[in-house]
DNA sequence: TCTCTCGGACGCTCAATACG
DNA sequence: GTATTGAGCGTCCGAGAGAC
């Protein structure tokens, strides 16, 4: 995408550079505007605001903890199009604009913990992190190479009685695929009624859906002095700016012009994360790889950190260590925790 | 400031269980 | 048979303490 606040507007924006509007941040939600069907995306759940999107890195991950790079990409489509859910909610990273002022964003999810297979014996005793290199990392760090080995797994116990299992029955109809993906904030509203949608690729970890127009269309140009709809076949406009063929005719959008967006890189292999609803003609996530390959856990996984470690208890479903914490964590010699 | 210790949160795996 | 559950067993976060 062209990368800063600069780069927005249609194509016949050019001279707007005098005019200077305010950062987009800056400028008020709008509601979408009229040429853009609300029928045609979900009913905006409060505190939406703004998209921000980040810098990725080098490998292709998008790190939010990294430092700016070329500045705040902003989606570069006129302000008050663009509602999403941030990519990584709750987060302005530092030197980003603020979200916009009275909006809040959704709390971020807790990032998962990546765990490595085996960690060696100098990490498990020490509780550290490792690697699944030998020696790993922190052995070299620390000068203890030699000693890096891997420690020997306990068998599991077998033929342990559990008793019945609770059935918890999958989607019902009319809660189903959205959740997950769901915002928490968005989660809690009952009178939110969400719709089951499939997305056609699942977002990178930790991301959340958002939904706007795609990147490569804006609203189609006021008619011509014929009382024509002008397209991007006409002669004004060059050749690359061709509708895109399964829009219908006239095509409610322009695709933007490649030399002022071209391309959209905050997200990983190049593109936007976008979600199009479905059965909308044109709106193609920009990212939709051809070979469907994408939010895979090469670029998605284990850049996360931050643990928000306060809330004791308050996990999202998670299971209870029923017997450890009261004293009893050495029961079968699980959690084997520094036993000397 | 760095390293070590360690309580305990939480991830991964897979046996037990449920179900068609 | 496959799918799901959920606990065993593991990793490792992060606070606190001690060493330098
Ligand atoms: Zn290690
Ligand atoms: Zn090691």
Redesign the pocket.
């Known amino acids: 995408m062209a990368s800063t606040a600069e780069a927005t507007r249609s194509p016949s924006s050019n001279n707007q550079e005098q005019q200077q509007p305010p950062p987009v941040h800056q400028q008020p939600i709008a509601p979408y505007p009229p040429q853009f069907n609300p029928a045609h995306y979900p009913s905006l759940p409060p505190g939406t605001y703004p998209f921000y999107a980040y810098p990725v890195q080098p490998d292709g991950n998008h790190d939010p903890n990294a430092p700016p790079t070329t500045g705040p990409y902003l989606i570069p489509i006129p302000p008050g199009m663009v509602y999403a859910y941030a990519p990584i909610p709750g987060q302005v990273p530092p030197g980003y604009p603020p979200f916009l002022p009275g909006v809040q964003p959704p709390p971020a999810p807790?990032?998962?913990?990546?765990?490595?297979?085996?960690?060696?014996t100098n990490?498990?005793?020490?509780?550290?992190?490792?690697?699944d290199n030998r020696p790993c990392e922190r052995c070299c760090?620390?000068g203890i190479a030699d000693s890096c080995i891997?420690?020997?797994?306990?068998?599991?116990?077998?033929?342990?009685?559990?008793?019945?299992?609770?059935?918890?029955?999958?989607n019902t109809p009319g809660e189903a695929s959205f959740s997950g993906m769901t915002p928490p904030a968005q989660e809690n509203q009952a009178e939110q009624q969400v719709q089951p949608i499939s997305y056609p690729l699942p977002p990178p970890e930790g991301y959340y859906p958002y939904y706007y127009p795609h990147p490569g269309f804006v609203p189609a140009p006021p008619p011509n002095s014929d009382g024509q709809q002008t397209n991007g076949e006409s002669a004004s406009a060059p050749p690359s700016n061709a509708p895109h063929p399964s829009l219908p005719h006239p095509p409610p959008f322009f695709p933007l012009h490649p030399a002022v967006y071209p391309s959209y890189p905050p997200y990983p292999h190049g593109g936007a994360v976008a979600y199009a609803p479905p059965g909308m003609p044109g709106f193609v996530p920009a990212s939709a790889s051809p070979n469907g390959e994408q939010g895979d856990d090469a670029n998605s996984k284990g850049k996360k950190?931050?643990?928000?470690?306060e809330?004791?208890?308050a996990?999202q479903g998670?299971?209870?260590?029923?017997?450890?914490?009261n004293?009893t964590?050495e029961?079968?010699?699980?959690?084997?925790?520094?036993s000397?």
């Open positions: 807790r990032a998962k913990r990546k765990q490595v297979k085996m960690a060696c990490c498990a005793s020490a509780c550290k992190r490792c690697d760090k620390y891997d420690g020997v797994r306990k068998e599991r116990k077998k033929g342990l009685k559990r008793g019945p299992y609770k059935r918890k029955s999958k950190r931050a643990r928000p470690r809330e004791n208890g996990q998670k299971k209870t260590r029923a017997g450890n914490e004293g964590a029961v079968n010699g699980a959690n084997g925790h520094h000397d």
